[in-house]
């Protein structure tokens, strides 16, 4: 099946970037998305990208796509420890209601 | 605007025990679906369902139930309950079919079954 595959952990420093990695294999891809989800907490919808985009801003978020190497990243600007979270990566391919999420990376900012 | 309703949100079963997670949501979509989270594993598919009196399996469906007898509500039901069922079981709901932005989720129902 389709895979989404993202790292599991990433520690920074209070006010430095953070970027969040995610690689897909699904070539069919549509949407690609970023959740939150803070500790005790249901996932949160940050951002999205449609595939034949390869760059989206949204304040301090700004997504990366390439889709030639099925490669996408959220980068946040000057992380504050209220961006602790896991952070997942998901896609849905063409016509598809379904979401294939990645393992979730826990980001760490250490004041 | 209640949006993805889910209850209970905490719940601890004994095993063999039978119980149903409820759904609901008021945006009139006609995509729903269950997910279960567990530690290292991100969000895994359980069943959906594309519209009343339409439900299918997803990644992991063994162990459950679902019906869909109107638009609003999507209930998942664990007819027998095992400790390999403890997890955290999010709904979702979207308007369509590829619907970018407009898919969202309950918040949570943590289950444990002891």
């Known amino acids: 099946g389709e895979d989404v595959e993202q790292s599991l952990f990433l520690s920074v420093r209070e006010g430095d970037s953070s970027v969040i990695n995610c690689t897909y294999t699904?070539?069919?891809?549509?949407?690609l998305y970023w959740y939150k989800q803070e500790p005790g907490a249901g996932l949160q919808l940050l951002t999205y990208?449609?595939?034949?985009?390869d760059m989206k801003q949204d304040q301090r978020l700004t997504v990366l796509l390439n889709k030639k190497d099925k490669h996408l990243s959220l980068r946040i600007a000057d992380t504050q420890t209220g961006d602790s979270a896991i952070y997942f990566c998901?896609?849905?391919?063409?016509?598809?209601?379904?979401?294939?999420f990645g393992k979730g990376t826990k980001l760490s900012v250490i004041p | 605007n209640a949006g993805v309703t889910q209850t209970p949100k905490f719940q601890v079963l004994k095993t063999g025990q039978s119980m149903t997670l409820q759904c609901a949501q008021d945006?009139?979509?006609?995509?729903m679906s269950w997910y279960r989270q567990d530690p290292g594993m991100g969000l895994r598919l359980i069943h959906y369902?594309?519209?009343?009196?339409?439900?299918d399996q997803g990644e992991v469906p063994n162990g459950y139930n679902v019906s869909r007898s109107t638009t609003e509500d999507f209930p998942l039901r664990l007819l027998s309950a095992a400790p390999s069922q403890t997890s955290v079981y999010f709904c979702?709901?979207?308007?369509?079919?590829?619907?970018?932005?407009?898919?969202?989720f309950g918040e949570g129902s943590w289950l444990t079954v002891v």
């Open positions: 979702a709901s979207s308007y369509g079919r590829g619907s970018g932005n407009t898919i969202y």
């Open positions: 699904d070539s069919s891809s549509t949407y």
């Open positions: 990208i449609f595939s034949n985009m």
């Open positions: 998901a896609e849905s391919g063409a016509g598809s209601y379904q979401l294939t």
């Open positions: 945006m009139n979509h006609e995509y």
């Open positions: 369902s594309v519209g009343a009196g339409i439900t």
